[in-house]
C-alpha cells in the first residue's frame, strides 16, 4: 500500500537525520545546487533562444512591412504572414515570463534545506500518517511505470519532499547496529 511506504520512507528520512544531521544538510545542499545550476542553465539558453528568436521575428515583421509597401507582397498575404509571426511573438512571450517565474523559483530554493529541518525537529516518531503529516512533509508522490525483472512486477515510487525534493538516504546508513532495517 502507498501509505504503508511514505510512513516507512519518512521514517527513514527522520531516522537518518537524526543520526546524521550535517551529512544530510550537505547530501541535500550539494543535490539540490546540482539541480539549480542544471535548471538556472537550461532555463537561461532556452530564454536566450526565445529573445533571439523574438528580435528575429521582429526583423521579419519589418521586412515584411517594407515589402508591402514596395508592392513585392500583396495586403492580403502580409496580413496572413504577419498574423502567423505574430501568434508566434506572443507564444514567445508567454513562455519568456514562465521562464523568468522559472528562474526565480530555481534561485530561491537555496534556503529550502533550513525549511525541511525547522519540520524534521519538531517531529521525533511518526507512528502512521495523517493529512497533516503529509502535507507537512509530502510536496508530491511519483509513481513510475511498472516493469518485469526476473519474473517479478516492480513499480519504483519516488517521493518529493517539501523544501528539498527526491532525498533518499543512503542504504548503508538505513541498518542499525544489529544489522536490521532502520
Known sequence: MIEDLVLEKLRNLLSYIGRHEDTFV????EQSQEERERDLRDGKREM???????QKLDT??????????DGKISDDRFTKMTASYEQEQAALETRIA???TLLSTAKAKSDCVQSFLRIVRG?????????????????KIYVHQAETFEGHRIQRIDIAWN???VFD???SDLVDEEGKSA
Open 26 to 29: 550537505r547530501l541535500v545542499t
Open 48 to 54: 536566450d533562444q526565445a529573445n533571439a528568436r523574438m
Open 60 to 69: 521579419i515583421i519589418q521586412k515584411l512591412y517594407e515589402d508591402n509597401l
Open 98 to 100: 514562465e521562464l523568468h
Open 123 to 139: 517531529r521525533t516518531d511518526i507512528h502512521e500518517l495523517s493529512p497533516t503529516i503529509i502535507r507537512e512533509f509530502v510536496d
Open 163 to 165: 523544501f528539498i525534493g
Open 169 to 171: 538516504p543512503p542504504a
